[in-house]
T-cell receptor, first 115, second 111 residues
């Protein structure tokens, strides 16, 4: 069974440019997470989806970040415009829906460098 | 107070020893607890899940949960150099799938 797939693996952009990350969760997983991880820190939740509904986006900087999960499967996270401080690893994870214990599995992540 | 707290380390243990990693959490309604291993430059990998008080063993790994003390730990027996990584504690609050992580403890297993 395929795991969580993210693309691209690496992205270098200039500040003020837009960037988008894509995630395909494990088949059948209704919950999808986007996390941000800075060096030496644990993952910090940006947004959580239950199917196509964003149920927790309180930590998403909505002035520049947006996300969508059309049809409750794939998801895209966008930053526009990017700032130097956005340089980090963006992780996507998925799990079975509520009531299944919450084990989450991560994709390989996208390392973003803003120059 | 952080929701999930871990000592950042590094924790150094000799090869073959027992490594003990600790985690405390603040929300008493938390129901599910996880340990992830993260190698440098890689994404977190789930290694243990625990849901009820007591011990859960899987190979060389043992997770321990004490909900009264809001404490969860991970023991690694017969530590190997390949166990050198950052170990992340994660907690899932009851009623949903909100998964919150600690900052991680760096483990170094020395020859």
């Amino acid at each position: 069974e395929a795991g969580v797939v993210q693309s691209p693996r690496y992205k270098i952009i200039e500040k003020k440019q837009p960037v988008a990350f894509w995630c395909n969760p494990i088949s059948g997983h209704n919950t999808l997470y986007w996390y941000l991880q800075n060096l030496g820190q644990g993952p910090e939740l940006l947004i959580r989806y239950e199917n196509e509904e964003a149920v927790d986006d309180s930590q998403l900087p909505k002035d520049r970040f947006s996300a969508e999960r059309l049809k409750g499967v794939d998801s895209t996270l966008k930053i526009q415009p990017a700032e130097l401080g956005d340089s980090a690893v963006y992780l996507c994870a998925s799990s079975l829906g509520q009531g299944y214990g919450g084990e989450a599995f991560f994709g390989q992540g996208t390392r973003l460098t803003v120059v | 107070q952080k929701e999930v707290e871990q000592n950042s380390g590094p924790l150094s243990v000799p090869e073959g020893a027992i490594a003990s990693l600790n985690c405390t959490y603040s929300d008493r309604v938390s129901q599910s607890f996880f340990w992830y291993r993260q190698y440098s430059g890689k994404s977190p990998e789930l290694i243990m899940s625990i849901y009820s008080n007591g011990d859960k063993e899987d190979g060389r790994f043992t997770a321990q949960l004490n909900k009264a003390s809001q404490y969860v730990s991970l023991l690694i027996r017969d530590s190997q150099p390949s166990d050198s990584a950052t170990y992340l504690c994660a907690v899932n609050k009851g009623g949903g799938n909100k998964l919150t992580f600690g900052t991680g403890t760096q483990l170094k297993v020395e020859l």
